[in-house]
């Protein structure tokens, strides 16, 4: 993507410099074009709920830039001449169900045969855009707002080990299948600076674009970071996912530790998610009633994780 | 007793630690010896190998990893077959010192004992890994500290020293330091990781 020369249109208002979420582009003063595809292999077993987590994945990045979803597409990968369909059946079942509770329509798609499965969506949406929310909005002072637990990398790859309790593995697709939609409409009666959500970088590759690109360091307050249950147990046994360690070596030279934090948590600081929360900064006088509110939508886990404390260079300090 | 070899090249997580466990479950090991190809594997193995039990070495060679746990240190066969040159795979011991003088008591007393202590460090031998300084401790890396001549004798053994870089900062003794790497949070809890055992006083 490097490579390819940058876009000059007026009406582009996020392209791919920002690394953010989704692309916008201005239609009118009123309204402008949130638009996002996203697809991925599956991250458990039951193709139903592999459906739902894919779909509530692609549709994640619209609420992000805070807009709303209007359309999607299906993505396909399936392997059609040696899986039976009805397996393809229940992925597409789950993802409807997820795009009708979105309030957005399925309107076509595209697949092709591939011997390994992968499923997702092409997204559209709208946003006014003067409420449109990047990751550079945050300013020093601001409290950091996250809506979903941590550790679905790790989950997923010990779902795959089989090394899980079916409590914590229901809790994990519960959790990953969840629409951010109800975060959005909470965090949009509230005045915010900037948002995205967490996915394969995890939370400290996202906390560093937004630090990064606000131009401030973020202290993050590590035992309130909300975690799925057993994570740090799995951890310990071994079941971290590659691209878990990548991220937290790739990010390690901007992080720093204000005291001793336990190496588990770091990895699960790093663990790469599928259809995380949304981090969310606003003033942090206002932080403790977003997270009340979010809660009394039934966003039981949010939790206020960090501030931004000071401005520069784009740090991460862990307290 | 009994010694395995798996080979988990090429193997992505959590495949790998899959492997180990079934050999571990068979109950009957007390060498193991499992080769991967990347970082990832390497980590998950030796964690999988220290919460079953064993004591865990890592060897690498041009991007391979052998790591090798072994449980009843000293009577397997194991031992002799791993590391011929090397002797016994080393323990790391990792000393962190938090405070400018030892115990309460006595201020004089405590930063005589102190000295001592860092002096007498050297018969911990060859598994003396590193020495971590931090808060008051940062003071005895500085010039004219009576910490510094031990510390440096310790380091020209190959220990290494690590000096936390925000306390430094904080005592204003950034460019005084004359001994060992300034150092962050991350680097400090890494060792600790690390090392076999710590020895802590703050």
């Known amino acids: 993507m490097e490579t390819l020369p940058l876009e000059t249109d007026p009406n582009l208002l996020v392209g791919r410099e920002t690394s953010d979420d989704a692309g916008v582009y201005r239609l009118s003063d009123e309204q402008a074009l949130v638009q996002t595809i996203d697809f991925i292999t599956p991250v458990v077993n039951d193709p139903y709920d592999f459906g739902r987590i894919a779909a509530a994945n692609a549709l994640s990045d619209v609420y992000a830039m805070g807009g709303h979803p209007l359309t999607a597409m299906n993505v396909v990968c399936f392997p059609v001449k040696s899986m039976d369909k ?95 939609r109800k975060a959005a409409e909470t965090m949009a009666e509230f005045k915010v ?68 934090i336990d190496p588990m948590l770091l990895d699960v600081l790093a663990d790469a998610q599928t259809s995380g929360g949304l981090l969310i900064a606003l003033p942090q006088e206002d932080a403790p009633s977003l997270v009340d509110a979010l809660k009394s939508h039934s966003i039981l886990d949010a939790a206020l994780i960090g501030q931004a404390t000071e401005t520069g260079s784009g740090k991460i300090l862990l307290a | 007793m009994g010694e395995a070899t798996l080979d988990c090249s090429g ?8 492997k180990v466990k079934q050999v571990v479950d068979r109950g009957d090991v007390t060498c193991l010896r499992v080769i991967v190809d990347n970082g990832a594997a390497r980590e998950n193995v030796s964690r999988f190998l220290e919460r079953s039990g064993y004591e865990v070495s ?80 940062v003071k005895l890396s500085v010039d004219e500290s009576d910490g510094l001549p031990g510390l440096l004798e310790l380091e020209k053994d190959g220990v290494t020293v690590l000096v936390c870089g925000t306390c430094l900062g904080h005592f204003q003794l950034l460019d005084r330091k004359r001994v060992g790497e300034t150092t962050n949070m991350m680097d400090i809890v890494t060792a600790l990781q690390l090392a076999d055992k710590v020895i802590s006083f703050t």
């Open chain 1, 86 to 180: 009805a397996v393809l059946g229940e992925i597409l079942r789950g993802g409807i169900e997820t795009i009708h509770a979105a309030g957005a329509v399925l309107v076509g798609g595209h697949s092709v045969e591939d011997p390994e499965i992968k499923y997702g969506l092409s997204v559209t949406g709208l946003v006014h855009p003067n409420e449109v929310l990047t990751n550079a909005g945050v300013q020093v002072g601001d409290g950091l707002v996250l809506t979903k637990p941590l550790g679905t990398g790790i989950l997923a790859t010990a779902i795959k080990a089989g090394l899980v309790s079916k409590e914590a593995e229901r809790r994990a697709i519960e959790s990953m299948a969840t629409l951010n």
């Open chain 1, 193 to 260: 600076h900037a948002c995205t959500d967490i996915t394969g970088f995890g939370l400290f590759g996202h906390l560093l674009e937004m630090a990064t690109g606000s131009r401030v360091s973020i202290t993050v307050y590590t035992e309130r970071v909300p975690l799925l249950p057993e994570v740090l147990d799995l951890v310990q046994m071994g079941l971290v996912p590659a691209g878990s360690f990548e991220n937290r070596n790739y990010c390690a030279h901007q992080i720093e530790a204000l005291r001793a």
């Open chain 2, 11 to 18: 193997l992505a997580c959590p495949q790998p630690v899959l």
């Open chain 2, 58 to 137: 890592v060897r690498e060679q041009a991007g391979i990893f052998e790591v090798t746990g072994t449980r009843e240190a000293g009577a397997s066969i194991c031992d002799a077959v791993t590391a011929p040159e090397e002797g016994r795979a080393q323990r790391k011991i990792a000393v962190l010192i938090g405070t400018d003088q030892m115990g309460t008591g006595d201020e004089t007393l405590g930063r005589k004992l102190l000295l001592n202590f860092i002096g007498t460090l050297k018969e911990l031998g060859p598994e003396l890994w590193r020495v971590i300084l931090l808060n008051g401790g």
